[in-house]
């Protein structure tokens, strides 16, 4: 069946402009989440969609950055004003119910290879 | 302080051999723990979660959970040359929602 899908897969963006990189999960998923990976690094939380709800989003590096989701489907990861220091692999995951909470399996996308010039 | 520690390797171990991997955090009142495997260039893939005390087994996956002293760990038996790739440990600290991740231990099994 069809995974996690996110586009772009790649965008190059000036400095200065703003991005929005999107999130197809795995339909029937009610948990959707982004996360953040710089070259070389691990994972860094992001925010975590229950729904079309996110219980905390204090995760988020600054108010430059925003997501909403849309139901239990498509979410939208918007940076504003983008900077240098934002490019990073942007990562998407969905599971049918929050792995915070229970033993589901996660599932990933391929990502967005987000480089700001 | 680092959240969650992750010895960052590379970790060398011969094929049939048992690969250990560590992850230590630092809140107390964590509550979900999870074990992801990353190959180059890759999405990550969750492989275990764990969250009693004790072992829990899957296969050849075994995760090891100590509470009373933070941490948790993944024994890999029987490694395999497919197993060379880069392990993430990632905690739920509890208090909020947010899974907090170490930066990985690449392991590379020789064959």
């Known amino acids: 069946g069809a995974g996690v899908s996110q586009s772009p897969s790649n965008k190059v963006t000036e400095k200065g402009k703003d991005v929005e990189l999107r999130c197809d999960p795995i339909?029937?998923?009610?948990?959707l989440y982004w996360y953040r990976q710089r070259l070389g690094q691990g994972l860094e939380f992001l925010i975590y969609?229950?729904?079309?709800?996110?219980?905390?989003k204090s995760g988020l590096p600054s108010d430059r950055f925003s997501a909403e989701r849309t139901g239990e489907s498509v979410s939208t990861l918007t940076i504003q004003r983008t900077q240098q220091e934002d490019s990073a692999v942007y990562l998407c995951?969905?599971?049918?119910?929050?792995?915070?909470?229970?033993?589901?399996?996660?599932?990933f996308g391929p990502g967005t290879r987000l480089t700001v010039l | 302080q680092k959240e969650v520690e992750q010895n960052s390797g590379p970790l060398s171990v011969p094929e049939g051999a048992i690969a250990s991997l560590n992850c230590t955090y630092s809140?107390?009142?964590?509550?979900?723990f999870f074990w992801y495997r990353q190959y180059s260039g890759k999405s990550p893939e969750l492989i275990m979660s764990?969250?009693?005390?004790g072992d829990k087994e899957d296969g050849r996956f075994t995760a090891q959970l100590n509470k009373a002293s933070q941490y948790v760990s993944l024994l890999i038996r029987d490694s395999q040359p497919s197993d060379s790739a880069t392990y993430l440990c990632?905690?739920?600290?509890?208090?909020?929602?947010?899974?907090?991740f170490g930066k990985g231990t690449r392991l590379h099994i020789l064959p």
């Open positions: 995951a969905s599971s049918l119910v929050p792995v915070l909470y229970s033993t589901d399996t996660q599932y």
């Open positions: 809140d107390r009142v964590s509550q979900s």
């Open positions: 969609f229950q729904g079309n709800s996110a219980p905390d």
């Open positions: 990632a905690v739920n600290m509890g208090r909020d929602d947010k899974i907090i």
């Open positions: 764990i969250y009693s005390n």
């Open positions: 339909s029937g998923h009610t948990a």
